[in-house]
């Protein structure tokens, strides 16, 4: 509570007291200097004092004094510490006057003055003992007229009830009006002086409250229900507080001593307070909120995404939302009423129990179970590999994929509602298909006899690292079949030796290289990752030539040798070493481009086919498809390549986005891109750029179309302000995701972006 007396602090206790000062017993000089270390003490005070008030000494180490010795009166060791400049002791009723001693246990320090007393204001009795807020309350005692305060007990900050107020006021009482705020508990009189007297009572005196017999029982309740508490002095209550700490409105009835109001929608269990102005919380009510029971759906079992859920019970409307297995957000019900709530099935919802959130912050919750693919049957138990094999049963229309022991998963294949016909991959083995759904759950089939295949396959896959220009080495079965051996759709040469294939991976392989065995009576192919080529050159030169004094011979290359040359490549010289050496390029039409002037000694010279050039070397003669034309001096040139190094990017998307604030870009999400085709392992790029250059804060936020939610695996909710580039390594999990949930989700604030590349 607030200080009860008005004080201007140390400094002016000791000027109004400045005459009483103590002094050590063993030393009678008195130092001028208020606090000099040690145990000292400089002045007490007040003196004249009420007996029952409070005495007060100033000085330095008065945290040491032991105990306080007053005439008449026993040694006083009850001693409040303000610090260690200020003690206070109360004041016996039987203190005479006299020199006051303080022990400490180095000695002890007398007062050189007489501690004298004033009139002896006391408090003789306090009525009535039990009084309300706003109540009159009768002090009796000696000397009240000299007082100018009364303080009641209080929890919170308040104001004191000062003398102008006082309901009646003479020497042997005081008539006071209990404020709002006061709790339970002694009562302190002061005469508001700058160093006041003051008297604290011995009795205590009990404010009333709010109360009721029992708290009500409010089982089963439900979020709108009126409630009505009925109780003692209810119109002392300022607020009802509901179990979460909310306040609600209410009503007081003071005919009928009663309280009403309604719960809350966000009510939840737990005790329902009434508060006074004092603050003191009394409980008058006890709620257990309503939970929906009984509960059945229908449909229960078979469900797919899309059909519609009915969840019948018992107060199923304090439902508001339906929580369904693998689906990050919740589902708000079509249709509610007080037995029985509607809603649609989510796509990606797997078999489990759906919870039901209430409005109370509880759950109920009921099971559902999804329709699956059921293979009934295959049409031969026994297919070779590399062969196609026919499924029966029923709702293979929620297929999605196949998966062979040994293989990877199919995701193509040719399916009815009761019949599905999928190629048996090449390396597939006997055992139990696992047929996957689009909401990630999946079911096992019986087991399936896998046979070798009949045509040519590979036995054994190649060992070590696959690189492109490097060697593929597998063993193979059948090469007796074997016609024809494809990479990438385009016929290469190969070996067969020793029952192993030869052949040299060409510089386009990478990531997903698809190899194919044609043999006579069938064909397989495979697929492997193999580590790409980024140098790329072309040789247009590899017959010395050597150049007069600017005479011929002289060397032409043709348009078609510069046939989807890159920007940035360059056009390679390989020579015997240079002595005084120049190399003229010219465009078809004899027009100088630059002459190269390799230092002596060298054995190569380069020109950059900068964009200018290769434009200035798409001119035509019309009459040839010459388009450089090279000549020189002291020259022998034995090779001319084109050189350059291939970007592994791969542009998925480009052109000019603005972001705004949270919009979304979905050009790559609902079948705008086939994320089936990612690998893991391979970088995601987005190029951006910031959109306000005020603004030193911008966002990136990576999103799976369904529903917008997060990602899986380790893609985190939001980037700040990325760099660009931004790159982003996508692993299995993330484009499980993506496949499953419709694509990949573009937004967050403030950028603009440019251009999507996967590498």
Not at 248 to 261: L, N, W
Not at 336 to 357: C, D, H, W, Y
Not at 405 to 410: C, K, L, T
Request: hydrophobic share 40%; charged share 20%.
């Amino acid at each position: 509570m607030k200080s009860i007396f008005k004080y201007t602090g140390l400094l002016a206790l000791a000027m109004a007291l400045a005459t009483p000062v103590f002094t050590a017993c063993d030393n009678e000089d008195f130092d001028t200097n208020q606090y000099i270390g040690g145990v000292n003490l400089n002045s007490f005070g007040p003196s004249p004092v009420a007996r029952g008030g409070e005495l007060r000494f100033l000085g330095s180490g008065l945290d040491q004094i032991l105990k306080v010795s007053i005439p008449g009166c026993d040694d006083i060791t009850d001693i409040t510490v303000i610090s260690s400049e200020e003690i206070r002791v109360t004041v016996p009723q039987t203190a005479e006057p006299g020199h006051v001693q303080l022990h400490y246990a180095g000695g002890l320090l007398e007062t050189k003055s007489m501690l004298t007393y004033s009139e002896p204001i006391s408090i003789e009795s306090i009525t009535p003992a039990t009084v309300k807020p706003g109540a009159q309350l009768t002090i009796k005692g000696e000397y009240l007229n000299l007082i100018k305060e009364v303080s009641f007990s209080f929890l919170t900050d308040s104001v004191n009830v000062f003398a102008a107020d006082f309901k009646a006021h003479d020497r042997g009482q005081i008539v006071v009006v209990v404020p709002e705020e006061a709790v339970s508990g002694t009562i302190i009189i002061s005469d508001a002086k700058e160093v006041p007297n003051t008297i604290k009572s011995e009795q205590e005196i009990e404010i009333v409250l709010p109360s009721v017999s029992a708290p009500l029982d409010l089982s089963n309740a439900k979020a709108g229900d009126a409630v009505t508490v009925k109780g003692n002095d209810f119109d002392l209550i300022r607020e009802v507080v509901m179990p979460d700490g909310s306040s609600v409105e209410f009503s007081y009835d003071a005919d009928k001593g009663s309280i009403s109001f309604t719960l809350p929608d966000n009510c939840s269990d737990g005790a329902i307070v009434a508060v006074s102005a004092s603050g003191v919380k009394v409980a008058i009510a006890n709620i257990g909120m309503a939970v929906p029971a009984e509960l059945v759906a229908s449909p229960a079992d078979g469900i797919r995404g899309g059909d519609v859920i009915t969840i019948s019970g018992v107060n199923i409307d304090q439902v508001t939302s339906i929580s369904f297995p693998n689906v990050d957000e919740a589902v708000e019900p079509s249709e509610i009423k007080s037995t029985q709530l509607k809603v649609e099935f989510p796509a990606m919802a797997q078999s489990g129990n759906a919870v039901l959130n209430l409005k109370s912050g509880k759950t109920a919750e009921v099971a559902l179970v999804t329709a699956k693919p059921e293979v009934t049957g295959f049409e031969q138990p026994t297919v070779a590999a590399a062969s196609n094999v026919k499924l029966f049963g029923r709702n293979f229309d929620l297929i999605t994929s196949i998966e062979f022991p040994g293989a990877a998963p199919v995701d193509k294949f040719n399916a009815t509602a009761t019949e599905c016909t999928v190629e048996v991959p090449a390396t597939a083995v006997s055992g139990a298909l696992t047929i996957g759904m689009a909401n990630g759950e999946t079911v096992t089939t019986a087991e399936l006899t896998v046979q070798s295949p009949e045509c040519a396959f590979i036995a054994t896959d190649p060992e070590g690292e696959l690189t492109a220009y490097g060697l593929f080495l597998a063993e193979i079965k059948n090469a007796d079949h074997l016609v024809e051996v494809k990479v990438n759709g385009a016929t290469v040469s190969h070996i067969i030796n020793n029952g192993n294939l030869y052949l040299t991976l060409p510089g386009n392989c990478g990531n997903g290289t698809v190899i194919t065995l044609v043999s006579d009576n069938g064909e397989i192919s495979y697929t492997y990752d193999v580590v790409p080529s980024t140098h790329q050159e072309r040789v247009l030169l590899s017959t010395p030539i050597t150049i007069g004094n600017w005479d011929d011979p002289r060397i032409r290359l043709t348009h078609e040798q510069l046939a989807d040359v890159p920007e940035g490549a360059k056009l390679v010289f390989y020579i015997e070493p240079a002595n005084d050496t120049q190399l003229q390029i010219n465009d078809c039409s004899w027009a100088e481009f630059t002459t190269l002037s390799p230092v002596d000694g060298a054995t190569s010279t380069e020109l950059v086919l900068t964009a200018e050039a290769l434009a200035a070397f798409s001119n035509e003669d019309g009459w040839s498809d010459c388009a450089i034309i090279v000549q020189g001096k002291n020259c022998t040139v034995n090779k001319i390549t084109i050189e350059w190094e291939l970007s592994l990017e791969t542009v998925i998307w480009s052109g000019s986005w603005d972001s705004g604030n949270w919009s979304g870009n979905q050009d790559l999400a609902w079948g705008g891109y086939d994320w089936s085709t990612v690998k893991a392992g391979q970088k995601l790029r987005l190029y951006l750029n910031q959109t306000d250059l005020s603004d030193s804060w911008y966002c990136l936020s990576l999103r799976h179309g369904d529903g917008w939610g997060n990602i899986g695996g380790s893609i985190p909710a939001q980037y700040d302000t990325p760099s660009s580039p931004f790159e982003v390594v996508l692993d299995q999990t993330t484009l499980d995701d993506l496949v499953a949930n419709g694509g990949l989700i573009i937004t967050g604030a403030n950028f603009t972006l440019t251009q999507v590349t996967i590498e």
